[in-house]
């Protein structure tokens, strides 16, 4: 088994050191490309193989433990990865996802000249989540946790020399640290609490931490702060309110880092740690009322932004923030393994969208570079590829005479990720269109694609609660609902805005797209059929008692336990928590069947609505614009993303930003450069006297030489 988990481990890390060192000090290997992308891939796809290994012939959890890591007093921490039900279904969808991803990456990153970098910081972001996903302690999966924190900074602000760029990189690595400041707070008080009452050491590890007796102590305030710091430091991961901000601007980076972000790795890592931990949530009924509120919240506030959005990316990177809304509402009502199987089956729709997004871009761009050479467009790119949004302005032509431009369907630019500009891509782009219409029904809720099952559960799970536990959780059922028609509306406006219609472009009938090679085509084909099918592993309870294979996988079944909790299961509910008191009584095949109806129903509404609204090209932008007059008191505010960006800026940011100015500029000039300067002026005096010394003179040397060795001799005798 060490054997094995190494494999799981260290090929990321050794390829991305290896990569790394030969980029940097070889121009010649920066050009072996083909090399570079397969051991990128590989380094993904080898622990993928050694995972399914591991999840066919999985009989029993273990734990591996390779060395010591800090011991001092009461504190142990070990070096241990556990491999478990859980573990391996993150690690299947990690490196399964992740070498898609890096695949489709080899096509779409091979023109620019950062390749092996970036090949390098993929696959160090594949190592630090693997490492999050397997640890058997908090303190492993921290390092983890903040190695992901350390790659996103570095993926998001990849082209680093645009300014927007890095403030992006910036904002995610610096909103990040808050949440991470309030998990630190919970491992502490943790701590604290167990060494307090029991004896030996304590490493912070789940096999001591999730034993009954251990959970005993977690049943008061103390459990309390604990479940709220740990579900702070996952909005901050995660991207709930108040922490999502930072989410939408990590599309600075390339695509297919949107795509890992996004679907994979660092989103899901909130997820997870209240699924691993769900026994100790599970003692607490207020802070699950939080999370079920925060994530309700979330869902519909973002599934309302996303429907303003006319960048294909930001569409996209709101809907991730509604999806994980959703994720917490099901952590909320004690269904983390319902959270879990929507991690799964939004890994595969929306890294299908974000990739499919980015095929979109890579000939859009071309055809703004097929644009810009007959003039009907400025040329903003001197043949980068990249997904940068362009400046809106006059570009090269601002200093001389105005040049006549084409006319295009909006103010401003010829923008390659704005779906204002394009429509009628499914005819040049069959592949492209169909793989992403696919992964749009799916997380549109159509019957029977994945999304539909998933996304059912958690509305089924989240009336069942409010059933059994409080009626009050019958608002964020209805909240639900809403959101569930809204991702339908704004995901299939998407969709046709791409693909359907006539192309919007100037000079449409000559100037055509082109399909992505094969290298894209393929991850987003595979990740399409995963997108359609992967809801059959989670069955309602009315195709049969053990119909949903992933609740018997995490939650178990017939006496056979998984590491994940239920609250309303009672052979898994922890003594001592609200729920292993209640006499569950599920609902009935009859209300389970009306409600499984309702949410198919709500998604073909909101599907038809958008398609009767945005089906022809013409009508595309010309919809926008009713739907924004119609709902003029609720589209501006969510157009502006509900202010929160410009709220955070007026009494957080321009406050810290002017208070270090004044605080810190001082400090800087005077003792930073003044420290500095001065230590240059003294070594400068001193070698002027050193330099005085030496005048060439034997007979001054020697006298030197003569002083020196009586003063050693008197040194030797004396002292």
């Not at 994720?327 to 393994?337: D, E, I, Q």
Request: some cysteine; hydrophobic content about 55%; charged content about 15%.
């Amino acid at each position: 088994m060490e054997l094995l988990v190494q494999l799981i481990l260290l090929p990321p890390l050794f390829v991305a050191a290896f990569n790394g060192m030969m980029g940097l000090f070889s121009p010649a290997y920066r050009e072996k490309k083909t090399l570079i992308g397969a051991l990128g891939t590989l380094a993904v796809a080898l622990p993928f193989a050694v995972t399914a290994t591991l999840f066919f012939g999985f009989a029993e959890p273990e734990v591996v433990r390779y060395f010591s890591w800090m011991a001092a007093g009461d504190l142990q921490i070990d070096f241990a990865y556990r491999i478990d039900q859980l573990s391996l279904l993150m690690t299947m969808i990690v490196t399964g996802v992740g070498a898609l991803i890096h695949l489709y990456s080899v096509g779409y990153m091979h023109d620019d000249d950062g390749f092996w970098r970036f090949f390098a910081y993929l696959n160090l972001f594949i190592f630090a989540m693997l490492n999050l996903v397997l640890a058997e302690n908090l303190p492993v999966l921290f390092l983890g946790w903040e190695g992901v924190g350390l790659c996103s900074y570095l993926l998001i602000g990849f082209w680093y020399t645009d300014l927007k760029n890095s403030a992006a990189a910036n904002k995610a690595f610096i909103v990040n640290r808050i949440g991470d400041f309030a998990f630190l707070l919970a491992m502490f008080i943790i701590f604290q609490t167990v060494t307090a009452a029991i004896d030996g050491p304590f490493g912070l590890d789940f096999t001591t931490l999730l034993a009954p007796e251990t959970l005993a102590l977690f049943e008061g305030s103390t459990g309390l702060w604990v479940c709220i710091l740990l579900f702070i430091g996952a909005t901050g991961k995660s991207a709930q309110i108040p922490l999502f901000v930072w989410l939408p601007d990590a599309m600075a980076g390339p695509t297919p880092v949107s795509a890992l972000i996004h679907a994979a790795t660092m989103v899901t890592s909130g997820l997870y740690l209240l699924a691993r931990l769900s026994s100790l949530v599970l003692l607490q009924p207020t802070a699950m009322a939080v999370i079920a509120s925060i994530g309700a919240l979330t869902a519909i506030m973002a599934a309302t932004v996303a429907i303003t959005q006319n960048d294909i990316k930001k569409v996209l990177a709101y809907s991730t923030v509604s999806q994980l809304g959703y994720m917490f509402l099901a952590a909320g009502v004690g269904a983390f393994y319902v959270a879990i199987f929507h991690v799964m089956t939004h890994a595969f729709f929306k890294a299908c969208l974000f990739l499919g997004s980015g095929s979109v871009i890579h000939a859009m761009h071309d055809v703004e570079h097929k644009l810009a050479h007959k003039g009907l467009v400025p040329d903003h790119h001197g043949g980068h590829g990249d997904d940068h949004a362009p400046d809106h302005g006059e570009g090269h032509h601002a200093d001389g005479p105005k040049p006549a431009y084409a006319t295009l369907p909006y103010e401003g630019g010829f923008d390659a990720q704005d779906m204002r500009t394009m429509g009628g891509l499914r005819k040049d782009m069959k592949v492209t269109a169909a793989t992403f219409l696919v992964s749009t029904l799916a997380i549109a809720g159509l019957p029977p694609l994945s999304g539909f099952f998933s996304k059912d559960e958690i509305l089924f799970r989240t009336f069942e609660f409010a059933n059994q536990v409080h009626i009050g959780y019958g608002v964020l059922w209805v909240v639900g609902l809403i959101t569930a028609v809204l991702t339908a509306i704004y995901m299939t406006r998407a969709y046709l805005l791409t693909f359907e219609g006539e192309s919007r472009w100037p000079d449409a009938f000559d100037t055509r797209a082109h399909e992505s090679p094969i290298t894209m085509t393929i991850p987003l084909m595979v990740l399409a059929g995963l997108a359609a099918v992967a809801g059959f592993f989670g069955l309602p309870a009315v195709f049969g008692e053990n119909a949903s294979w992933i609740h018997g996988w995490l939650v178990g079944h017939d006496g056979h336990l998984g590491p994940v909790a239920d609250a309303l299961e009672a052979a898994t509910a922890p003594a001592g928590s609200l729920f292993a008191t209640l006499d569950a009584h599920h609902a009935s095949h009859t209300t389970e069947w009306i409600l499984l109806g309702l949410g198919a129903t709500l998604a073909i509404a909101g599907i038809a609505a958008a398609w009767l609204g945005f089906r022809f090209a013409s009508r595309g932008p010309e919809a926008d614009r009713s739907v924004r007059k119609v709902f003029a008191l609720f589209y501006a505010p969510a157009s502006q993303v509900w202010f929160f960006d410009r709220v955070y800026n007026a009494t957080f940011v321009k406050a810290t930003v002017e208070g270090a100015r004044k605080v810190f500029a001082p400090f800087d000039k005077n003792v930073v450069d003044g420290g500095v300067m001065g230590l240059a002026h003294g070594v400068r005096r001193l070698s002027g006297w050193l330099r005085g010394a030496q005048t060439g003179v034997v007979q001054t040397y020697a006298l030197a030489i003569v002083v020196g060795v009586v003063a050693v001799v008197a040194l030797v005798l004396f002292v």
